[in-house]
C-alpha cells in the first residue's frame, strides 16, 4: 500500500503517470507497504496468462528475490524510476523515504533494485548511470544501504501512517535498527538469482 498522502497526477508523455506527495513527507517514513491485496505471480502462473495479463504485469509488476512477479493492487504501481530516487525498499517489504519528499514532487524508486530482466535507458537526470541494468543490485547495494540506515534513523521519529500495516516483531526491529541495537539487513537481500 502506497502512502495514504499522495495521489496519481500526469508528468509527462515520456513517463505517463507517477504518485505526487499532497503533503510533506519526512525522511524516514514508510512510503509503501508490501500488503495482502498485492498479488504474487509465480513463473508458471505468469506463462499460463493470456497476453494482454502479461503486458499488465511487465508493466506494473516487480520481481522479487524469488523469481515471482508482484502487482501492486494500489497506486504504488505508478511509482517512476528515479536514478536519484527519494524512496527504497528495505530486506523488510516496506520502503523509506530517505530524503525529505516535498508537496508536489513525485516519490521515486530506483528500478535497478526490481531483478529487472533487460536493461533500459532512464531519463537523462544529469547522473553518472544512464542505464538501469539486471544486475545494479549487486552493484549499488552498499550505496543504497548508506541511505537505507541514515532514514532508518528517523523512523520512530516521524507520522507513520502506514504503521497499522507492519506487525509488532517487525515494528520493534526497525526501531531496533533506528537505535543501533540491531544490524540493518542489507537491500541486497532482495536480489533474485537466476538459476
Same mark, same amino acid.
Given at each position: ?9 500526469f ?8 504518485? =505526487?506527495a ?5 525522511? @524516514? ?15 508458471? #502462473?505468469y506463462?499460463?496468462?493470456?497476453? =494482454? ?9 516487480? +520481481? ?12 504504488? &504501481? ?13 530486506? !523488510? ?8 519528499? !516535498?508537496?508536489?514532487? #513525485? ?15 532512464g ?5 553518472? &548511470?544512464k542505464?538501469? !541494468? ?18 532508518? +534513523?528517523?523512523?520512530?521519529?516521524v507520522? #507513520?501512517?502506514?504503521? @497499522? ?14 537505535? @543501533?541495537?540491531?544490524e ?6 532482495? !536480489?533474485? #538469482?537466476?538459476?
Open positions: 500500500m502506497i502512502h495514504p498522502n499522495t495521489e496519481i497526477r508528468i509527462s508523455d515520456e513517463v505517463g503517470y507517477g504518485v =505526487i499532497k503533503e510533506l513527507i519526512p525522511m @524516514g517514513t514508510i512510503t509503501w507497504v508490501l500488503d495482502k491485496f498485492d498479488r504474487e505471480f509465480t513463473p508458471d #502462473q506463462n499460463a496468462l493470456e497476453p =494482454i495479463y502479461k503486458n499488465i504485469l511487465e508493466t506494473y509488476a516487480y +520481481k522479487n528475490n524469488l523469481g515471482n512477479l508482484v502487482l501492486c493492487w494500489d497506486n504504488g &504501481r505508478f511509482v517512476n524510476h528515479s536514478f536519484n530516487a527519494n524512496c527504497l525498499t528495505t530486506a !523488510y517489504n516496506f520502503e523509506l523515504a530517505v530524503r525529505d519528499i !516535498y508537496p508536489g514532487e #513525485q516519490l521515486t524508486d530506483d528500478y535497478g533494485y526490481l531483478n529487472i530482466d533487460t536493461p533500459f535507458r531519463i537523462d537526470e544529469g547522473t553518472r &548511470r542505464i538501469v !541494468y539486471p544486475d545494479d543490485l549487486l552493484k549499488y547495494h552498499k550505496s543504497w544501504d548508506k541511505k537505507l540506515i541514515r532514514a532508518f +534513523k528517523h523512523i520512530s521519529k507520522k #507513520q501512517p502506514l504503521i @497499522g500495516l507492519i506487525d509488532e516483531e517487525l515494528w520493534q526491529i526497525a526501531v531496533q535498527i533506528e537505535k @543501533g541495537e540491531k540493518m539487513e542489507s537491500i541486497l537481500k532482495n !536480489y533474485y #538469482q537466476k538459476g
